[in-house]
């Protein structure tokens, strides 16, 4: 699906005018275009298929280095994000830690950054869309486990309400063998080590 630009061009002008603003002030005459370009951008993840970037896999085995044979987690760690939140329409942002345990495919490391890119362009909630990551890899690779870690910071937390501008928000979305604490632990050890967390 594509945004219809025009239409949130003229919901903007609509929302400076409700606001009590001139909408044809000069700082403001280009900002319905400059919030349409902004909205393209930001959801530009709505109707488009997560698992897509997954469908392109590698066979362990067979594939280009079977001599490389993986004997522990995939970990790839400080994907940066952006998404908005659905609830207020402020941004948030941070990062994604993907950890996969793989099985006979795996896949190339910028799928699993496309696959967050994809789910964090539309409106969010963080809880949800790290869910969405992980069962998107658990569905699409024979993966024996899946861990996604995502920390970011909230407009709706830093610029409203309580105003705390040092306050993240870390959440955990397991799938497999990475359910179990114990399995998970030295992942989440390594996340932290490589993160100064």
């Known amino acids: 699906m594509t945004v219809d630009r025009e239409r949130v061009a003229a919901l903007t002008r609509e929302l400076l005018l409700a606001i009590g603003e001139d909408p044809e002030r000069p700082g403001l005459k280009q900002t319905p275009a400059r919030m349409a370009d902004l909205y393209a951008e930001f959801f530009a993840g709505v109707g488009e298929d997560p698992a897509a970037p997954l469908a392109h896999t590698i066979s362990v085995s ?15 760690r ?8 659905e609830h207020h329409l402020l941004p948030f942002a941070g990062h994604a830690h993907i950890a996969y345990l793989p099985g006979e495919q795996v896949v190339g490391l910028g799928a ?15 809880e949800r869309l ?51 604490p114990v399995a998970r632990a030295e992942l989440i050890a390594l996340i932290g080590a490589g993160t100064g967390a």
Do not use: N
């Not at 280095?65 to 993986?70: F, G, N, Q």
């Not at 696959?115 to 909630?125: F, T």
């Open 130 to 180: 790290g869910e969405q990551v992980a069962d998107a890899i658990a569905a699409h690779l024979d993966a024996q486990g899946v861990l996604v870690v995502m920390d970011a910071v909230h407009g709706c937390v830093t610029m409203r309400g309580g105003r705390q501008t040092e306050a993240s928000t870390l959440t955990i979305a397991a799938r497999g063998v990475y359910t179990d």
């Open 78 to 85: 400080g994907i940066r994000f952006r998404s908005v939140c």
């Open 62 to 76: 067979h594939g280009p280095a079977p001599d490389t044979l993986p004997s522990g987690a995939v970990l790839l």
């Open 112 to 126: 699993l950054v496309k696959v967050v890119e994809i789910l964090a362009s539309r409106p969010q909630v963080q």
